[in-house]
């Protein structure tokens, strides 16, 4: 504890900056806490407000052709790609916060508050080409009407998804979420990170030594646990996505801390 204080204090007076570790990732926004759930705004605020990152969030299309924050296909016992807009916000239907299920607009005009945030995109889709062309067409129509193109990182575990995201938007990142193609496989469709289960990691480390020497990004998902957390820290993964960023954020400025070379102290 006392060397930890003490690098601390040394660093601060140096005017040196601790090293950052990986970036923190808000799954589904931060939402266990007060007034929060799940992909609400609230949620993507309260990640804002903690200094994430990034906020995660998922995007599904209704029968009316309109973008939706919501993690399953189904919302309140509705199938989202056959219900209307107007019947998915019906004033009975609300988060466990009491907020109705957001628009895409809306969250993104809400992560205007938060202009360093990065918007961690991920598209729900079933692969079906017709579903992913008018959702992915209109998800980029939002996204540069709201101008926010230089924060968004595309996921999804859609290849199709994915692939047709690089197309459009090349300056963005665009991670896959399948877990099972090696991060060359990916390079080959311009595809830019990998962002796979942290088990994938513990069983494959050499995806992420692989997928670093080609110059992509490693995101690992859903990292809630200490020892997973530690875990990835220690194979050095770009970005952790988890359900207690308070925490990984807590966790991986003390290994950085810990980790400083004695020769520096
Ligand atoms: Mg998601």
Request: charged share 30%.
């Amino acid at each position: 504890m006392l060397l930890i204080l003490f690098a601390g204090c040394l660093l601060v007076a140096c005017g040196k900056e601790v090293a950052p570790g990986p970036q923190v990732v808000a799954h589904r926004g931060y939402w266990k806490t007060e007034g929060s759930a799940q992909n609400s705004i609230a949620s993507l605020l309260k990640a804002g407000e903690i200094g994430v990152y990034g906020s995660e969030f998922d995007v599904n299309l209704t029968a009316d052709d309109e973008l939706v924050v919501n993690h399953d296909f189904t919302y309140k016992g509705l199938v989202i790609r056959k219900s209307t807009l107007a019947e998915l916000r019906n004033d009975t239907l609300r988060l466990a916060n009491g907020e109705l299920i957001p628009t895409l607009d809306e969250y993104l005009e809400a992560s205007l508050q938060y202009p360093e945030m990065k918007l961690v995109f991920e598209l729900k889709s079933k692969g079906d080409p017709e579903y992913e062309a008018t959702a992915i067409r209109k998800s980029i129509e939002a996204i540069k009407r709201h101008g926010v193109q230089k924060r968004v990182e595309f996921i999804s575990f859609s290849l199709s998804a994915c692939r047709e995201f690089a197309r459009q938007m090349p300056r963005n990142r665009v991670e896959y979420l399948g877990g099972e193609m090696a991060p060359d496989e990916l390079k080959k469709l311009d595809i830019s990170g990998i962002d796979y289960h942290h088990s994938v990691f513990l069983s494959r480390p050499e995806w992420v030594v692989e997928a670093h020497n080609k110059g992509m990004v490693v995101n690992a998902w859903t990292v809630d646990e200490d020892k997973d957390i530690e875990r990835m820290l220690l194979l050095g993964v770009d970005q952790i996505t988890t359900n207690n960023p308070e925490r990984v954020m807590e966790l991986a400025e003390e290994f950085e801390v810990r980790d400083i070379p004695s020769s520096e102290l």
